[in-house]
Structure formats: structure tokens, C-alpha cells
């Protein structure tokens, strides 16, 4: 199993916008091969992480280079709502004890 976490900064009082888009926005994911759960994680009202699990690193980089993906991303959320670009982080499972 292969792990991609988006971390992302908010601008203070922004939060509500930025949840309120990741609710609405069409991932196009449910579809993609390899493609196993999203979560959307929030540690305080400025910083969260996207979560997504993969049946392979390989279905994930497939999905970076599809037209799903080109949609996904083509959903601009407002500016002013994030600080910064996001910082990809890609984990390889070891062990899952679920």
C-alpha cells in the first residue's frame, strides 16, 4: 500500500472556505484504478493534511498523469485562503495493523 499526503497552511480565518471547497470538489478518484480512501485531516485551523491510500506507488503516479487528475486539480480554491504550496509527502506502508 503506498500513502500521498498534501500538508497545507491556511490563512488565519480561512478555514471555513477551504473545508467548505475540499466538500464540494469532485476528486474524480472513485473511478481510478488502485485508488483505495481519501481523508481530509485538520490539526487546528490553519494546518491540514490531504490523505489518500493507494494499492501502489505505481496506480498513484498513474493517477498524476491522468486527465482525472488534471480535472481534480483544475478546481482553484480562492486566493487568499492557503499560505503557501502544498507539501507533498509519499509513504510506503510497512506494516498495517488494521
Known amino acids: 500500500m503506498y500513502i500521498a499526503m498534501n500538508r497545507f497552511t491556511i490563512n488565519a480565518g480561512q478555514s471555513p472556505v477551504f473545508e467548505e471547497r475540499w466538500q464540494k470538489r469532485n476528486s474524480f ?4 484504478p488502485g485508488f483505495i ?10 494546518h491540514y493534511s490531504s490523505y489518500a491510500e493507494w494499492a501502489s506507488e505505481a496506480d498513484f503516479r498513474a493517477w498524476t498523469t491522468s486527465e482525472a487528475f488534471r480535472k481534480a486539480h483544475g478546481q ?4 487568499g485562503v492557503i499560505a503557501g504550496p502544498p ?3 509519499c509513504w510506503d506502508v510497512v506494516l498495517d495493523g488494521g
Do not use: G, H, I, N
Open 29 to 32: 478518484l472513485k473511478d481510478v
Open 37 to 46: 480512501k481519501f481523508r481530509l485531516l485538520k490539526l487546528d485551523d490553519t
Open 76 to 79: 482553484v480554491m480562492p486566493e
Open 87 to 89: 507539501q507533498l509527502e
